[in-house]
């Protein structure tokens, strides 16, 4: 099982600056399911594998 870390887990302001977008572009994605997350309490927060498998897969989409 994995122990998350802080460094594990990315906020959407640390996401809006590694994708250099903006706070709604960042939410349309996370409504959109296109970007995973977790919820503890009030927060939202990006787990690094889901940034890492959506960049992986927009790279593969833009390839074909």
Do not use: C, K, N, W
């Not at 250099?20 to 927060?45: E, H, K, M, N």
């Amino acid at each position: 099982m994995i122990s998350p870390t802080s460094a594990e887990l990315l906020t959407v302001p640390q996401v809006m600056a590694r994708l250099q977008l903006g706070r709604s572009a960042v939410y349309d994605l996370l409504r959109s399911r296109q970007l995973g997350s977790i919820t503890l309490g009030r927060s939202r927060r990006i787990p690094t594998h889901a940034l890492t498998d959506f960049i992986r897969t927009r790279l593969e989409q833009d390839a074909a």
